[in-house]
């Protein structure tokens, strides 16, 4: 798994690059099939006293890509949501693969009219 973390007007800490590592721990306990994670971390300075932390997440996967992005006050806050949007993200294209085990409607009702 390649991760990537990268922060625009904002210098990553390793306190910061730790927390993100922590949370992003939990969707990769959920789904172990992740191939590249890319983090941006970036300050919005639209004001002195408007100035709004982002956080934004690219997670591919075998076959897909999901994104995520979040805005909040406190940078920590939108990590919070972020890992909490991809987390249930991940559970439903986890849900979607492995759902392949049950038999089609098209099927069920071909065999229904076949037998009459």
């Known amino acids: 798994m390649n991760l990537t973390i990268s922060g625009h007007h904002l210098e990553v800490t390793p306190a910061l690059r730790d927390y993100v590592l922590a949370k992003l721990d939990r969707v990769t306990r959920h789904f172990d099939q992740v191939v ?20 934004e997440v690219t997670l591919h996967v075998k076959g897909k890509d999901l994104f995520c992005e979040t805005s909040h006050e406190d940078l920590y806050a939108a990590i919070d949501e972020l ?15 492995q759902d392949h085990h049950h038999e089609s409607p098209k099927r069920m009702n071909g065999a229904v009219s076949g037998s009459a």
Do not use: M
């Open 36 to 55: 590249d994670i890319n983090v941006l971390l970036t300050v919005e300075k639209l004001k002195e006293k408007d100035r709004r932390q982002k956080a």
């Open 83 to 97: 890992v909490d949007k991809l987390d249930r993200q991940v559970i439903k294209h986890k849900g979607r693969v």
